[in-house]
Structures are given as C-alpha cells and as structure tokens.
T-cell receptor
Framework: GNSVTQMEGPVTLSEEAFLTINCTYT??????LFWYVQYPGEGLQLLLK?????DKGSNKGFEATYRKETTSFHLEKGSVQVSDSAVYFC???????????FGAGTRLTVKP | DAGITQSPRHKVTETGTPVTLRCHQT?????MYWYRQDPGHGLRLIHY???????DKGEVSDGYSVSRSKTEDFLLTLESATSSQTSVYFC???????????FGSGTRLTVV
C-alpha cells in the first residue's frame, strides 16, 4: 500500500540556517504530494503541494520538488526563522481514491 | 480552518464513560475523516465518511463509532472511554486529490 517516510526529529536549528526535511514515498500510480505544517495548539495547515513529477511546490520560502526517480519530496528553506518552529508532515494522496497517508511528522525548533 | 469547527476543544472525562466529539463543516464536502494524533505515531485514521449515513473504519477504529446524519456534521463517539484514548482528535474534509485535506483545530481529550 501507499506510505510515506520522513526523517525523524526533532530538528533544532539556529535562525537563518538552511533547512532540509527528507521525505520519501511508496505509491502505485501517480500520487499528489503535500507538506503540512502544525503550529502549537493548532490543526494541520497545507504548506505546499505538487501534483506531478518535477513539479515544485513553494510557499512562505519553503520549497519541495516532486522527484519520481527517487520517490522523494524533500522540504527545504534557505533561511529559517523562529516563527517556523512547528511540526511538519509529509503526505500523499492517490489519484484513484481519497485516502491520504501521512508521515510521522518532524518537529522543528528554531532558536534565535 | 474557518470551514471546520470541532467541539469541544478540550475535554476531561472518566474511564468508562461515553464521549461524543463533534465536527461541523460549512463547505458541503462529501468526505470527512476522524484522526487521532499521538506522539511517535503521527496521524492515524479512526473512521471516515463518504456521504450521509455512509461510513467506514480506518486503521484504529476499535472502541470508536461514528455517525453522519447530515452532510455538515460528523460525530465521533467513544463508547466507553479508556486511558489509551487520551489523545488529540482531528477532523478533516477532503478537497480533492490536488488539494488534500482541510483540518479542524482539534479536540484534546483526556481520560482519567
């Protein structure tokens, strides 16, 4: 079945550091890929998405590229801020159904 | 998200009592979901609904039941609460394969 594996956290960075959170997936067909962010005490919010191979999703300085050859969708940001501290979830949806699969989440803490 | 309201936001209940959590959406989405979020487990699907009176089990459905008598409301009931059901519960609606889910703000349930 479909599944998502993302790097375990927690990740702690200093402000303005470069961020990478790895995500790989297993899926049949042609899934859409997503990154969600969860701030403390809140629900998950869609951060960015990509619906086909080689697409790049971007939002708020974050980027991720859909790499079919490596089945990956790594999240990157060039310069993190304290306000980026949150839990990040990688997810996929199968075009044939409405079942989304989530990674376990990666907690990011950014220190001033 | 403004389109999904979960109630209550917080609840403390005693072991053995029934508990009902409510999810209300204003966007007329057909598919609705209940997840629980626990440290180290990410998000796990409890039950989902694909229309009024149409529901199905997810991966962790034991001890839970759901009902959907109207498109806008999806209720999750813990028939006899146990301490293992202490968790944060999220409701979500499906926006399509290219958009993924929209989540509510969550209900923090503590069973003592």
């Amino acid at each position: 079945g479909n599944s998502v594996t993302q790097m375990e956290g927690p990740v702690t960075l200093s402000e303005e550091a470069f961020l990478t959170i790895n995500c790989t997936y297993t899926a049949t067909g042609y899934p859409s890929l997503f990154w969600y962010v969860q701030y403390p005490g809140e629900g998950l919010q869609l951060l960015l998405k990509a619906t086909k191979a080689d697409d790049k999703g971007s939002n708020k300085g974050f980027e991720a590229t859909y790499r079919k050859e490596t089945t990956s969708f790594h999240l990157e940001k060039g310069s993190v801020q304290v306000s980026d501290s949150a839990v990040y979830f990688c997810a996929l949806s199968d075009s044939n159904n409405n079942d989304m699969r989530f990674g376990a989440g990666t907690r990011l803490t950014v220190k001033p | 998200d403004a389109g999904i309201t979960q109630s209550p936001r917080h609840k403390v209940t005693e072991t053995g009592t029934p508990v009902t959590l409510r999810c209300h959406q204003t966007e007329n989405h057909r598919y609705m979901y209940w997840y629980r979020q626990d440290p180290g487990h990410g998000l796990r699907l409890i039950h989902y609904s694909y229309g009024v009176k149409d529901t199905d089990k997810g991966e962790v459905s034991d001890g839970y039941s759901v009902s959907r008598s109207k498109t806008e409301d999806f209720l999750l009931t813990l028939e006899s609460a146990t301490s293992s059901q202490t968790s944060v519960y999220f409701c979500a609606t499906w926006q399509g394969a290219n958009y993924g889910y929209t989540f509510g703000s969550g209900t923090r349930l503590t069973v003592v």
